[in-house]
């Protein structure tokens, strides 16, 4: 398996706290994404990094932001946190142009 | 427009039968990557095939193939011999953008069931 580690897996806030989840990877890639997972939606991009320090957004990045000052971590900040924000959270890693997608193992957010 | 298309949200396929789920998609870009991925009820999400825009071939992956018809702009999945195993959502995903800022758009999914 890639070496994708997603802290924390499970989290539970309240509207209007700010909320860090964190992707570490240990395989050196370049490419790191963070997706969001709803029913009815699939899977869709928030942000994602080609580098360290260059990041751009996905299609639903509104509510969220990001930060790779490491290869190996890719932080998704919700700065606010919001009800419509409560979601199963994916971090991804890619190593080149033809090269799948890894996955973490998910962080499930809910916004109380 | 929707990036990836897939029409079937569930499909009930009896054990040992071959399914195919479909998917079409958008891109103006010459070269361009389309991905499947599963998810079983555990929620991994697990590579299974890779098809690029430049290859020729079908891609295929043991019981797995990848129905690429680059006119139509669909890339469907077939699955030989279904097993129990299969069981699960099935996404496809399309690679695009210029190199070295590429992204990848995920459709909304197919839920496989295979009865016995």
Request: aromatic share 12%; net charge neutral; charged share 20%.
């Amino acid at each position: 398996d890639a070496g994708i580690t997603q802290s924390p897996r499970h989290k539970v806030t309240e509207t209007g706290t700010p909320v860090t989840l964190r992707c570490h990877q240990t395989e050196n890639h370049r490419y790191m994404y963070w997706y969001r997972q709803d029913p009815g939606h699939g899977l869709r991009l928030i942000h994602y990094s080609y580098g360290v320090k260059d990041t751009d957004k996905g299609e639903v990045s509104d509510g969220y932001s990001v930060s790779r000052s490491k290869t190996e971590d890719f932080l998704l900040t919700l700065e606010s946190a919001t009800s419509s924000q409560t979601s199963v959270y994916f971090c991804a890693i890619r190593g080149g142009v033809d090269s799948p997608l890894h996955f973490g193992n998910g962080t499930r957010l809910t916004v109380t | 427009a929707q990036k990836i298309t897939q029409t079937q949200p569930g499909m009930f396929v009896q054990e040992k039968e071959a399914v195919t789920l479909d998917c079409t998609y958008d891109t103006s870009d010459q070269s361009y990557g389309l991905f499947w991925y599963k998810q079983p009820s555990s929620g991994e999400m697990i590579f299974l095939i890779y098809q690029g825009s430049y290859d020729e071939q079908n891609a295929t992956e043991g019981r797995y193939s990848l129905n690429f018809q680059k006119a139509r702009k669909s890339a469907n999945l077939v699955i030989s011999a279904s097993q129990l195993g299969d069981s699960a959502m099935y996404f496809c995903a399309m690679r695009e953008g210029r190199f070295g800022n590429e992204k990848l758009t995920f459709g909304t999914g197919t839920r496989l069931t295979i009865i016995p």
